[in-house]
């Protein structure tokens, strides 16, 4: 009987190692497959030092990167916005450098379009300790990251309207671009909400010059990276229209542009589960080859 016992005991004990050897193994599996370098100071902005997030994936690299740019109507959100699709783009490989900058209406354009630009700046000057392929690199934005991204990949030099800005920044072009639900045409959005006002400095007739120098379709050129363009049909913040027109004038530049179009997407459709899988499968065939090694 004692026997018996030793034996059951002994099976119980050998099934307990199993299901934990099992269970790291699966850990391991699901292992996210990226380091999160957090608070990175990238730039000192006219309301102290900005903040960064990277996230490098394992492995010896180097690897293609992406700079993101939050939404927020350039008022509000923070770095950690795009988290879903920056933690999934990581685990594929992708090193994220994921900014802040400064929000209207305590400034205005182009403050946030030079930010981001310093952003891209510092991600590459820093290529070796990221793991980074500094010669693949895309630029990634939402709402009204979208147009900062936007124009990040259309006027790499800075240079705006109006005359010389100081500080004036500039940087190498990106290879690539995402644009999801971004605000491509300023003169059409001022009616909705009080957004493009602050974020100019005042109204649209009032500002024209920055108006039109702030909306990425008047930048289409040709030459200009690959764009990735993601749309809503159902967008009640940015009409789909606008993401048709641009992409229409990137065409028509001869601009390589992948148009993803969400079926009843909403506002930030691709944070959405009934879109995810798609818009992110979309994103890496697109990448794959905007980012290859040439």
């Known amino acids: 009987m004692r026997g018996m016992k030793a034996v059951v005991c002994l099976a119980a004990i050998l099934l307990a190692a199993s299901a934990a050897m099992a269970q790291a193994a699966a850990g391991a599996s699901a292992s996210p497959g990226y380091t999160v370098i957090r608070d990175v100071k990238y730039i000192n902005g006219p309301n102290g030092a900005l903040g960064a997030d990277v996230y490098v994936p394992e492995g010896a690299g180097p690897f293609p990167g992406i700079l993101f740019i939050h939404g927020g109507g350039w008022k509000s959100g923070d770095r950690s916005q795009m ?24 400034v205005h354009y182009p403050v946030a379009f030079h930010e981001s630009l310093a952003g891209l700046k510092y991600f590459r000057a820093h290529a070796a300790e990221y793991k980074l392929d500094a010669a693949r690199v895309a630029v990634a934005g939402s709402s ?22 100081e500080p004036l920044i500039s940087a190498s072009p990106v290879q690539a671009a995402l644009i999801l639900n971004g605000v491509l045409d300023l003169t059409a959005q001022e009616s909705k909400s009080t957004s493009v006002p602050e974020y100019l400095g005042g109204a649209c007739k009032e500002k024209l010059e920055a108006c039109k120098d702030a909306s990425p379709i008047s930048h289409v050129h040709a030459g200009a ?22 992409t229409d004038a990137l065409k028509k530049a001869g601009v390589t542009v992948k148009f993803f179009v969400a079926e009843d997407g909403p506002h930030t459709y691709w944070g959405k589960p009934k879109y995810m899988a798609d818009n992110l499968q979309a994103i890496e065939e697109f990448l794959k080859v905007a980012l290859a090694n040439k």
Do not use: C, R, W
């Not at 994220?96 to 305590?106: N, Q, V």
């Not at 990276?225 to 641009?246: I, K, L, N, R």
């Open 83 to 106: 988290v879903k699709l920056i933690t999934a783009l990581a685990a594929k490989g992708y090193v994220g450098f994921t900014i802040d900058y400064d929000l209207s209406p305590g």
């Open 144 to 165: 009204a990251g979208g147009e900062l991204a936007a124009l990040v990949a259309l006027n790499p030099s800075g240079v705006v309207a109006g005359g010389k800005v």
């Open 225 to 246: 990276p690959a764009m990735y363009v993601g749309h809503g049909t159902a967008d009640e913040s940015v009409p789909f229209h606008e993401a048709q027109e641009f």
